[in-house]
């Protein structure tokens, strides 16, 4: 049966679209709210999922929209790549992932933006005025403020798709992950890419008509986005792949304003504005500025290639046994966990919460304590303790944690480094000096489970290990706190 002249034109009018498009707004902020904690997260997110598809059909319901072989064929690459993508990544590669879809994004808002200045017949318009003898060209055809949200747009997405690729093949390890600069000069190499891409950009808005020009101007900004990224460690990625998260927010926020799109506007807008306020949270956490992060040369790939390991401390380090932890651990009133990138990287949450439950049944008290850059992304952490069913009232964000220690027999750093490293207190030359840490030194006693005395992300030592009330259980996190497990039951 098919549809009525008047149903169809109802769901097509602008007005149906727009309450559409109101809806999924709801939903967009709904799911955001929901992500603001771990019970909550998951329904947050499908509620945004749920917001998304209902922005797309109002969009598709536009009278104007064009070749439906084409959209088809895009949604069903999309879902094609994205969805096997998405369910196999693991937790530890998320930024790199996040990474790639970001530079989508920005490059979808490139690729938009360059089809629109086509479409107006590769010029924003001719309109000139004479002022003092001098012709200048003013845009004409297309409303001015529209080629500038175009041309901004072009310039910021893609930026962001070059940046969020190299921050790809650095995590990745396609890419080394130290820093790659030109020294000094790269700093104006940059501006100057800057200057140029905005001088092609202005000479649009004004009018020019050149496809060639506007190719130009997406070139420089490529340039530009390998220019930033390539000289930051890869060890900072994960806050520039949060910054060109924010810029790609804003360039489809841009795009949105250009072709009049509220849904692009609202949506850009909320990832811009979520961006860099996670962007910020992250630099806060390790006590650094975004330019200084931007600035590059920070924690180079030292994570892996352990810069200033065992030796370069005076101190000794005492080794310790899983028998003798899990006598240590069946003997404390309360125990507090500390996970870290390494219980991450062994999958070991499933392992931690086994010995956990042992613990509890033995009558030990619990916690754990969440450093807010734990990991390599916000929120780690959680999500790994949350897959693990670890009760929500047991995780302690890092203020409410760190008053604990004092009245807490063992603490159990699992692959955590840098965010128990004492350095950040007492070593103002450290690079980490002010970082606020989990105070795990106030503790009774200190375990630390790790493979080595290899250092983490920051490249550095950590007192923590030489303190005499420190022992280093050494070994991968899965293995070492399932053998804890074992002797423990066997008490
Ligand atoms: P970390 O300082 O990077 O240390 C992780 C430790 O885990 C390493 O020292 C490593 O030592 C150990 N490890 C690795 N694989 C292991 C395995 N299979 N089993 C046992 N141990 C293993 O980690 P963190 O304490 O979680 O600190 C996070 C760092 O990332 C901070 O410096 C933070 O500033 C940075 N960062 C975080 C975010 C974020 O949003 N979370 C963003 C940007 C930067 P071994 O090699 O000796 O085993």
Do not use: C
């Not at 590059?296 to 390991?309: L, N, T």
């Amino acid at each position: 049966m098919s549809a009525t002249p008047i149903a169809t034109s109802f769901v097509q009018s602008e007005s149906f679209i727009y309450v559409l498009y109101i809806i999924a707004f709801a939903l967009f902020i709904q799911g955001l709210r929901g992500l603001s904690g771990p019970t909550t997260a998951v329904r947050g997110n499908r509620i945004a999922a749920v917001g998304m598809g209902i922005a797309v059909i109002a969009t598709l319901l536009n009278p104007d929209e064009g070749n439906w072989g084409l959209i088809a064929l895009g949604i069903a690459l999309g879902i094609a790549v994205g969805v096997p993508a998405a369910r196999q990544v693991k937790m530890t590669a998320m930024p790199q992932m996040v990474a790639l879809f970001n530079g989508v994004g920005g490059g979808a808002v490139a690729i938009i933006s360059w089809v629109e200045f086509r479409s107006y017949g590769s010029t924003y318009g001719d309109r000139t005025i004479d002022i003092a003898g001098a012709t200048i060209r003013l845009g004409g055809g297309v409303p001015t403020y529209v080629a500038i949200f175009s041309v901004f747009a072009a310039i910021v997405g893609s930026v962001s798709f070059w940046g969020s690729n190299i921050a790809f093949g650095k995590l990745q390890e396609i890419l080394p992950g130290r820093p790659i600069s030109l020294g000094p000069a790269q700093q104006i190499v940059n501006l100057v890419l800057l200057i140029l891409a905005v001088a092609a950009g202005i000479d649009l808005v004004a009018g020019a008509h050149s496809e060639l020009l506007f190719i130009g101007m997406l070139i420089v900004a490529a340039l530009l986005g390998n220019a930033v990224v390539l000289p930051i460690g890869g060890a900072d990625m994960p806050v520039v792949i949060s910054l060109l998260n924010a810029f790609t927010g804003l360039s489809a926020a841009a795009t949105g304003m250009a072709l009049n799109n509220p849904a692009l506007i609202v949506a850009g807008m909320i990832v811009g504005a979520s961006g860099s306020i996670l962007t910020n949270l992250m630099a806060v956490a390790m006590n650094r500025s975004i330019p200084s992060i931007v600035a590059g040369g920070f924690g180079g790939g030292g994570a892996v290639e352990g810069a200033e390991g065992a030796g370069a401390h005076d101190g000794t380090v005492r080794s310790t046994s899983a028998s003798d932890a899990a006598i240590q651990l069946a003997y404390a009133n309360r125990v507090v966990v500390v996970p870290g990138y390494g219980m991450a990287v062994a999958q070991a949450q499933h392992a931690v919460r086994e010995l956990t439950k042992e613990l509890e049944s033995r009558g030990v008290e619990v916690s754990y304590a969440i450093h807010p850059v734990a990991g390599r992304m916000p929120g780690h952490m959680n999500v790994l303790l949350a897959e693990a069913d670890v009760p929500y009232d047991q995780l302690k964000e890092m203020d409410d944690a760190n008053p604990e220690f004092q009245r807490t027999d063992v603490s159990l750093v699992i692959g955590a480094n840098d965010v128990t490293n004492p350095a950040a207190k007492n070593t103002p030359s450290s690079p980490i000096y002010g970082m606020p840490i989990l105070e795990v030194a106030d503790s009774r006693s200190v375990i630390v489970i790790k493979r080595s005395m290899n250092p983490g992300f920051a490249g550095i030592e950590n007192e923590l290990y030489f303190d005499p009330k420190t022992s280093m259980l050494f070994g991968d996190a899965k293995s070492a706190v399932s053998e804890i497990t074992g002797e423990l039951s066997a008490l």
